[in-house]
Nanobody, 125 residues
Framework: QVQPVESGGGVVQTGGSLRLSCAASGGTFSGYTVAWFRQAPGKEREFVAARRWGGGYPYYGDSVKGRFTISRDTAKNTAYLQMDSLQPSDTAVYYC??????????????????WGQGTQVTVSS
């Protein structure tokens, strides 16, 4: 079973950028869909972005469209989440997940069986 391992979180000012990384441990992401979710205190886990490792169309949550970009480096077996124009509302723990969902379930956290430990992103105003 592949284990996602996130890194790159931190504190950034409003309007700033941050790039999160998700490395595959104990296996490869080949054949998986890699997704990012986030969870703020007192709120439900929210879908952020997803993309099939083999390529194809990326999917984004409505609140991050046009600001966040999901990408991957197959040689490094690592996925990335580039976050631009960050707002205080983006403050959350960000999780990387791997799974094999069908397209209609791509945005559902229950579709992913392999989760990282999460990395904190804090956007200061």
């Amino acid at each position: 079973q592949v284990q996602p391992v996130e890194s790159g979180g931190g504190v950034v000012q409003t309007g700033g950028s941050l790039r999160l990384s998700c490395a595959a441990s104990g296996g490869t992401f080949s054949g998986y869909t890699v997704a990012w979710f986030r969870q703020a205190p007192g709120k439900e886990r929210e879908f952020v972005a997803a993309r099939r490792w083999g390529g194809g169309y990326p999917y984004y949550g409505d609140s991050v469209k046009g600001r966040f970009t999901i990408s991957r480096d197959t040689a490094k077996n690592t996925a990335y989440l580039q976050m631009d124009s960050l707002q205080p509302s983006d403050t959350a723990v960000y999780y990387c997940a791997a799974g094999r969902p069908i397209v209609s379930s791509m945005k559902m956290s229950s579709s992913y069986g392999n989760w990282g430990q999460g990395t904190q992103v804090t956007v200061s105003s």
